[in-house]
Nanobody, 124 residues
Framework: QVQLVESGGGLVQAGGSLRLSCAAS????????MGWFRQAPGKEREFVSA????????YYEDSVKGRFTSSRDNAKHTVALQMNSLKPEDTAVYYC?????????????????WGQGTQVTVSS
């Protein structure tokens, strides 16, 4: 069992930056691929980024490539999403998720544990 708690959301102007953090409790954090997803009002939850178990590989949705960066610290059981050059269309609730399946999938159904989400609002 893994419990995930996100933090770091807030209100920022377009072009600004935010850093989301996700703290995990439970055992074997390094056995999980960690993903970030977001859900805007009236839309389905969508993949944003994922980072492999070792942190050696990262994956990004096309619209955030070059602006967002995922990182993890397995010793501290944390994962972070650095978001730069934010746009109004990045506004959503952002979720941290953990997957014990091999590989880092982009499908929400492949993730076994979820945080409660943190709101990110980007004003124009």
């Amino acid at each position: 069992q893994v419990q995930l708690v996100e933090s770091g959301g807030g209100l920022v102007q377009a072009g600004g930056s935010l850093r989301l953090s996700c703290a995990a409790s439970g055992r074997a954090f390094s056995n999980y691929c960690m993903g970030w997803f977001r859900q805007a009002p009236g839309k389905e939850r969508e993949f944003v980024s994922a980072i492999s178990k070792s942190g050696g590989s990262t994956y990004y949705e096309d619209s955030v490539k070059g602006r967002f960066t995922s990182s993890r610290d397995n010793a501290k059981h944390t994962v972070a999403l650095q978001m730069n050059s934010l746009k109004p269309e990045d506004t959503a609730v952002y979720y941290c998720a953990a997957s014990y399946y091999s590989g880092c999938n982009r499908e929400p159904s492949q993730y076994n544990y979820w945080g409660q989400g943190t709101q990110v609002t980007v004003s124009s």
